[in-house]
């Protein structure tokens, strides 16, 4: 019986997938695209016929309400899944360690799971029988009945494990980690990895097969590089170089080829390849600020890009490899899905909530020489503010202070890893000390980047903003 129910599954992806072959018209007013909003604690609901925002699934507060100690929503709402028939979206908090089922007909939370620390990402099995949910603050994948929303199981794997996704003839699954250089694959039924395949970094957030799922593609954002695995001999096939802050990627079927599409988050730019034994550069797109999750509409006419500094989702057209729409969404979107036929009927907008934040301000960093670099994005919170800092390639194991606008005190200080990077938010009333951040009256605001507690400096600044 289990095995017959395994096959009908499997039978009813193929179908799916033959259903929405790239042959068919633009998206449709029934599909959606999703963003899970990280600081706001949202999931973000767009119409990808229009390319507008329909609203919010709110499923907690937004900074810094979260860190009281009688908070009891979601925290970090990060990573995004969905069933095979569509019905059912799953979105990962990794702050809270929960997964949240949302019936995406009507948009409301079906069931809540809590499950081990600092889970990443979750996707359902090909049956749709399980959701598997990598555990990345621990060592485990969590095995959750989608029916009754309890913990099934656990599957041992590399510690650290960033996302899992399935091969559609059920018997594999890929996992890729973000603390350790493998890929562990698991076989599904017994629910035990099978091989551990080697690769160049030991930090990968993503992983995406190519339409004929004859590879694996994943990203290396330490490094800025995708690694490719034939899912055949499972062995990697060649790396490619692609940039810094190499976040996700999508495939599209557009009419010429099979084409990849990759965030560089630190370029920002999503850089389209082709695909095949000898992957190409076709082309780099700009987009927003800080380009994250991207997935591709069904019939590989469009890619969405969510813009994790910006708020929003850039609409990329294949055809001209340019961005001809943007949409606004929540603080921080992280992961990005789009989903096809999940509204029956009507407007697709009930239970949805009006957007409550407001544009961020992004100010690039810059050295007097040398390669070190860095962002910061400030956004308003009603009575306060995040002020969001990222620095890359300074000194490592270092104290670096970050000073705005000549204030004598520094706005925060930040230690660097082994690596030189170091990311960190201070939350407070930073329109005062930032005129830059006041909204419709914009002043220059200058921010300095400096070693230890040295005062500010512009002539001896590690980092400074771009003037």
């Not at 890929?174 to 017994?190: E, G, I, L, M, R």
């Not at 907008?349 to 860095?374: C, H, S, Y």
């Not at 690596?419 to 006041?438: D, Q």
Request: a neutral charge; aromatic letters at 6%.
């Amino acid at each position: 019986m289990h095995t017959t129910k395994s096959l009908c599954g499997i039978a009813l992806a193929a179908a799916l997938s033959a259903t929405l072959a790239p042959a068919h018209a633009l998206p449709g007013a029934q599909d959606r695209v999703y963003t899970a909003d990280q600081n706001s604690n949202t999931v973000s609901v767009i119409d990808p016929s229009t390319n507008t925002l329909l609203g919010q699934i709110r499923l907690g507060n937004q900074r810094p309400d979260v860190l009281s100690p009688l908070y009891k929503g979601e925290v970090n709402v990060h990573g995004l899944g969905f069933s095979p028939d569509h019905k059912t979206l799953i979105a990962i908090a990794n702050g809270s360690n929960s997964v949240t089922f949302i019936d995406t007909a009507t948009n409301k939370v079906k069931g809540v799971t809590y499950i081990g620390r600092s889970p990443h990402e979750g996707f359902f099995t090909a049956d749709g029988r399980e959701v598997w949910v990598v555990v990345r603050g621990e060592d485990y994948i969590s095995v959750i009945d989608p029916a009754t929303f309890k913990e099934k199981r656990r599957i041992q794997t590399t510690g650290g494990p960033g996302m899992v996704m399935f091969h559609p003839n059920g018997k594999l699954a890929f996992v890729v980690s973000s603390f350790n250089p493998t890929v562990d694959v698991v076989d599904v039924k017994s629910h035990k990895v099978v091989k551990h395949i080697p690769v160049t970094s030991p930090f990968s957030p993503f992983l995406q097969f190519t339409p004929d799922f004859k590879e694996v593609w994943m990203t290396h954002k330490d490094v800025g590089k995708v690694t490719r695995i034939d899912t055949a001999t499972l062995a990697v096939k060649g790396v490619i170089d692609t940039g810094f802050i190499t976040n996700h990627l999508a495939f599209a079927k557009t009419a010429d080829s099979v084409r990849a599409y990759v965030t560089i988050g630190g370029e920002n730019m999503v850089k389209v390849y082709s695909t095949g034994d000898s992957p190409a550069p076709v082309a780099s797109i700009p987009t927003g600020a800080l380009p994250h999750g991207v997935w591709s509409s069904d019939d590989g006419s469009r890619v969405y890009v969510g813009l994790e500094n910006g708020d929003g989702v850039d609409v990329i057209d294949t055809a001209a490899n340019k961005v001809v729409a943007h949409a606004p969404v929540g603080q921080a979107p992280q992961a990005l899905v789009y989903v096809s036929h999940v509204v029956p009927a009507g407007a697709g907008a009930a239970n949805l909530v009006q957007r409550a934040n407001t544009e961020p301000v992004n100010i690039a960093l810059k050295p007097a020489a040398g390669e070190a670099k860095g962002f910061v994005v400030a956004r308003n919170l009603g009575l306060t503010d995040a002020f969001e800092v990222s620095l890359y390639k300074l000194k490592p194991d270092t104290v670096y202070s970050v000073y705005a606008s000549g204030q004598a005190a520094p706005v925060a200080s930040f230690k660097t890893n082994p690596k030189g990077m170091a990311n960190g938010t201070a939350i407070g009333p930073m329109r005062e000390v930032a005129g830059s951040l006041s909204g419709k009256q914009a002043t220059a605001s200058r921010i300095l980047v400096m070693e230890g507690d040295a005062p500010a400096n512009p002539a001896k600044a590690a980092l400074t903003s771009v003037q």
